[in-house]
Nanobody, 125 residues
Framework: QVQLVESGGGLVQAGGSLRLSCAVSGRTFSSYAMGWFRQAPGKERECVAAINRSGGSTNYADSLKGRFTISRDNAKNTVDLQMNSLKPEDTAVYYC??????????????????WGQGTQVTVSS
């Protein structure tokens, strides 16, 4: 059974940085498109960044471009999210997700069928 385990969340001051990492079990990680989502209290879960199978193509939520960077290491079965210049509105639970049947980069939530348990990111003002 494939498992996704996030790490790296925590409390940071506005303007600071955090790096989230997601470790994926199993031998087929390189066949998954991957994404990072977040969900703030009272809001819907939204995709913040996505990456295709090879890592050669990425996409970001428009409001986050330039601050967040997604990357993957298919040899280590990991996908990371580097978050810079954090703002209080970035506070949320961040989830790693895998789309097993998708070759391309996708930010559509319905394409993702495997999810991690989430990691809390809190940005203080």
């Amino acid at each position: 059974q494939v498992q996704l385990v996030e790490s790296g969340g925590g409390l940071v001051q506005a303007g600071g940085s955090l790096r989230l990492s997601c470790a994926v079990s199993g031998r087929t990680f390189s066949s998954y498109a991957m994404g990072w989502f977040r969900q703030a209290p009272g809001k819907e879960r939204e995709c913040v960044a996505a990456i295709n199978r090879s890592g050669g193509s990425t996409n970001y939520a428009d409001s986050l471009k330039g601050r967040f960077t997604i990357s993957r290491d298919n040899a280590k079965n990991t996908v990371d999210l580097q978050m810079n210049s954090l703002k209080p509105e970035d506070t949320a639970v961040y989830y790693c997700a895998a789309a097993r049947d998708i070759m391309y980069v996708t930010m559509r939530r319905g394409n993702y069928d495997l999810w991690g348990q989430g990691t809390q990111v809190t940005v203080s003002s």
